[in-house]
T-cell receptor
């Protein structure tokens, strides 16, 4: 069982829809992450939040908009996505403070764009 | 790009020790080696990490060479549930995990 909870588990949306992915953790972690994983590929980092502030954006297109409303919650707002955005979206969290802190992952939201 | 290289795939018999190698010849002095695994349709699961000393926990052991240019993850008594993709990662900075292609480990009955 994972301590990082992601909802929904599956999402199908059209290219004109707006939807949001949600991630929640109650481990007191102050860093939260979004990753994207295409089929048969490794996860790739998208965004990092540290103490509820965006600290890393890996040049992600603006149709993906992250939000960290509090230290336990992380959202990813989706708008006008393309078919190539279909992927598994993974959330992770860690204690802040760097090199010696493992990230803990949720089981992801599998997104399909029609 | 990932700083690690791993074999694409490995097989191991159930009940035997699985030894997964990883090369990280460009690792810097303060960079940790992390191991994760990903079972089909799940998120990556943290296994273990280390800096220079060998580490052991309830899941596995991590052996890091003295020059820190390579490491080996050891699953002491592999079971069918250990079949997964295993990622060896050198953490880049405080927050970046850059995943390589990993090793697909298959445990055979």
């Amino acid at each position: 069982d994972t301590e990082v909870t992601q909802t929904p588990k599956h999402l199908v949306m059209g290219m004109t829809n707006k939807k949001s992915l949600k991630c929640e953790q109650h481990m007191g972690h102050r860093a939260m992450y979004w990753y994207k994983q295409k089929a048969k590929k490794p996860p790739e980092l998208m965004f990092v939040y540290s103490y509820e502030k965006l600290s890393i954006n890996e040049s992600v297109p603006s149709r993906f908009s992250p939000e960290c409303p509090n230290s336990s919650l992380l959202n990813l707002h989706l708008h006008a996505l393309q078919p190539e955005d279909s992927a598994l979206y993974l959330c992770a969290s860690s204690q802040e403070g760097g090199f010696n802190q493992p990230q803990h992952f949720g089981d992801g939201t599998r997104l399909s764009i029609l | 790009d990932a700083k690690t290289t791993q074999p694409t795939s490995m097989d191991c018999a159930e009940g035997r020790a699985a030894n997964l190698p990883c090369n990280h010849s460009t690792i810097s002095g303060n960079e940790y080696v992390y191991w994760y695994r990903q079972i089909h349709s799940q998120g990556p699961q943290y296994i273990i990490h280390g800096l220079k000393n060998n580490e052991t926990n309830e899941m596995a052991s991590l052996i890091i060479t003295e020059d820190r240019k390579s490491s080996t993850l050891i699953l002491p008594h592999a079971t069918l549930r250990d079949t997964a993709v295993y990622y060896c990662i050198v953490k880049e900075g405080a927050q970046k995990l850059v995943f390589g292609q990993g090793t697909r480990l298959t445990i055979n009955p």
